[in-house]
C-alpha cells in the first residue's frame, strides 16, 4: 500500500544547497560555495506573426486570437538585493547594473547565513502608480532560474530565445474507437498536458488536439455516469496521430480504434480531512507527455491501474487538489501511484485568521497561525500592503524554511506601513528540497503567466517570480511522478 504522509520527507540525496547550474565542488581548501545565475526576462503579449525565429513563445494569450506570451531579455528597471537573516539590506552586494544579456550571477558566498537575495522593482503595470515588487529566495534555495520582470523592456532589447510553443489546437478533432461493451456510459479524452475532453459515444469523441500533430491520444471508457461525474474506468486505447480527423471533412471508412481491457478496477483510495475537487485525476507519462488517465471526485473510493505495455507508461501520479476539512487550507499533493491502495492524509492544521504583518525583533514580520513549521521543509510568504507613500502598492513573495515569524525584506525605495486590510497567504510544503525539480516546482506553483502580462491578480497569484518554458516544465513534471509530496496554503483578507 502506497501511504501520503504530510509529514517532512528524508533526504534521498545527501547534498548542501539546492543547485542548477551551480559550482558546488572544490579543492583542498573545501567545498566551493556555488554561483546560480539568474536570467532577466519581461514576458508580454504580440502577435504571433510578429515573433522573430528562435525567439521563445512561452504560451498562447487566453481569449485573444493570434496572440501568444513572447519574452525580451531584461536589463532595466530592477535590481538585485543582498539581504541579512534579519531583512535588512547588505548594501555592498546590491547589483544595479544589470549586463546586455539580462544574465546576474548570484554568489551564495556573499550570502549571510539565513540570509536571503531579493529582486526589486518599481513598477506601475497594475496600479499605474509605482508599486514596488519583490521576489525573494532564502539562501538554501538557491539556484539558478529565470525570472520575469514587470518593467517594461526597450524595444531594442534582445529577445528571449527559446521554443515556440504551438500546440495549435483544433475545435473540430475528433477520434473514434469501437465499442467494447454496452456497459459503457462515457468516453474521455486526453492529449498532452492532460487536456480533456469526451462524449458519450465512441464515434466522433472530441479531443484537444491539432489536426496535424505527431503525439498521440488517450481515450479511457467507463461503465458508470451520474451528475456529470464518469467512474469505473474499464478500458483505454492509446490511439496514433494519424487516427485523429476532421469531423467535418471525416475520412472513410473512419479508422477506429481498439479498446484494451485495465488490469484492475479495485484499487482503493482512502483520503481523511480532505474535501477533493473536480480537477484531481490520476496522471501518466507516456513518450515524454502528460496524460490524463481518470478524474478522481470528492468521495471516490476506488482507482483503475494498469501495467500494459500497450500503454507502456514511464510513470503514473495521483495529482489530487481540494480543501482541509480543518482550517479551510488549500490542499494539493503528488503521489506516486503504483496501482496498490492509496491512503491519503495531512496533520493537524487549523485557523489561520489571526495570520497578520507584525513586528518581530524589532523588524517587519508575518506572524502566521494554523500550522506547525517542523512538518514541513518549504515555506511560501507573500503580502500585498502599502508603504509609507500611501498611494503605493507593496508586493512581496519569499521562499524560505518554515517559520511562523517570517521576516520582510527591506525595500530601497520605500518602507512598508502595515494595515488590518492587508493581504497575507502563506504556503508549506514537505517536498525533498534536495529535489531541484521540486523546489523548482514549489517556486512556480503560484505563477500563472496570463497573469503576469495583464493587471489581473488574483488571490494566490505571485506578481512575479520565476517562469519555464512549457517544455522544461513538462519534463519536471514527469520526473516527479516518482514523488511523494503535499502543499497547503492559506490566506487573509
Same mark, same amino acid.
Given at each position: ?209 491539432? =489536426?496535424? /500533430? ?7 471508457? &467507463?461503465?458508470? $455516469? @451520474? ?5 469505473? +474506468? %474499464? ?84 495529482? =489530487?487538489? /481540494? ?7 488549500? &490542499?494539493?499533493? $503528488? @503521489? ?5 491502495? +492509496? %491512503? ?98 514549489? $517556486? ?50
Amino acid at each position: 500500500m502506497t501511504k501520503l504522509k504530510m509529514m517532512p520527507l528524508v533526504a534521498m540525496i545527501s547534498a548542501g544547497l539546492v543547485g542548477c547550474g551551480g559550482s558546488s565542488g572544490g579543492g583542498g581548501g573545501g567545498p566551493v560555495a556555488p554561483t546560480y545565475n539568474w536570467q532577466f526576462v519581461q514576458l508580454y503579449s504580440a502577435d504571433r506573426s510578429s515573433i522573430g525565429s528562435g525567439c521563445a513563445i512561452f504560451d498562447d494569450l487566453d481569449n485573444a486570437e493570434g496572440k501568444v506570451i513572447a519574452a525580451k531579455v531584461a536589463t532595466d528597471g530592477f535590481k538585485v538585493l543582498f539581504h541579512n537573516a534579519d531583512g535588512s539590506i547588505v548594501a555592498d552586494n546590491t547589483i544595479e547594473n544589470i549586463p546586455a544579456t539580462g544574465l546576474v550571477s548570484i554568489k551564495s558566498s556573499l550570502v549571510p547565513d539565513g540570509g536571503y537575495v531579493s529582486v526589486e522593482e518599481i513598477d506601475g503595470s497594475i496600479s499605474g502608480g509605482q508599486d514596488v515588487f519583490m521576489f525573494t529566495v532564502q539562501k538554501d534555495f538557491l539556484k539558478s532560474l529565470t525570472l520575469n520582470i514587470r518593467q517594461k523592456q526597450s524595444s531594442s532589447n534582445s529577445c528571449f530565445r527559446g521554443e515556440q510553443y504551438n500546440l495549435n489546437v483544433s475545435d473540430d478533432a475528433v477520434v473514434t474507437v469501437a465499442q467494447s461493451s454496452a456497459d459503457t456510459k462515457y468516453y474521455q479524452s486526453s492529449y498532452i498536458d492532460g487536456v480533456t475532453d469526451g462524449s458519450v459515444l465512441s464515434s466522433n469523441i472530441p479531443v484537444k488536439a491539432p =489536426l496535424t /500533430g505527431f503525439d498521440k491520444a488517450l481515450v479511457t471508457a &467507463f461503465d458508470t $455516469l @451520474s451528475n456529470n461525474q464518469y467512474t469505473n +474506468l %474499464t478500458y483505454f486505447s492509446l490511439i496514433p496521430s494519424s487516427s485523429i480527423y476532421d469531423v467535418t471533412n471525416p475520412p472513410s471508412p473512419l479508422p477506429a480504434a481498439s479498446l484494451n481491457d485495465v488490469e484492475t478496477t479495485g484499487v482503493n483510495l482512502e483520503i481523511s480531512g480532505i474535501t477533493l475537487d473536480s480537477s484531481s485525476a490520476i496522471k501518466l507519462g507516456h513518450a515524454g507527455d502528460i496524460y490524463h488517465w481518470q478524474p478522481i471526485y470528492s468521495g471516490a473510493t476506488k482507482l483503475s491501474y494498469t501495467a500494459s505495455n500497450l500503454l507502456n507508461a514511464s510513470g503514473w501520479v495521483a495529482d =489530487l487538489k /481540494g480543501v482541509t476539512d480543518s482550517g479551510g487550507w488549500l &490542499f494539493s499533493g $503528488l @503521489s506516486k501511484f503504483e496501482g496498490v491502495d +492509496l %491512503t491519503v492524509d495531512i496533520p493537524l492544521v487549523g485557523d489561520f485568521s489571526s495570520t497578520a504583518i507584525g513586528t518581530c525583533s524589532g523588524q517587519h514580520c508575518v506572524n502566521s497561525a494554523g500550522f506547525t513549521g517542523s512538518d514541513y521543509t518549504i515555506q511560501r510568504t507573500h503580502v500585498r500592503s502599502h508603504t509609507q507613500n500611501s498611494s503605493r502598492l507593496f508586493y512581496q513573495t519569499i521562499f524560505a524554511k518554515p517559520s511562523l515569524s517570517q521576516v520582510l525584506m527591506e525595500s530601497t525605495e520605500e518602507e512598508i506601513v502595515p494595515s488590518n486590510s492587508d493581504r497575507v497567504e502563506v504556503s508549506v510544503s514537505n517536498l525533498d528540497i534536495q529535489n531541484a525539480d521540486g523546489v523548482q516546482y514549489f $517556486l512556480e506553483k503560484n505563477v500563472n503567466i496570463q497573469n503576469l502580462v495583464t493587471v489581473s491578480v488574483p488571490n494566490f497569484t505571485d506578481v512575479n517570480g520565476a517562469v519555464s518554458l512549457p517544455s522544461a516544465i513538462r519534463v519536471r513534471y514527469l520526473k516527479l511522478m516518482s514523488e511523494a509530496f503535499v502543499t497547503l496554503e492559506n490566506g487573509v483578507n
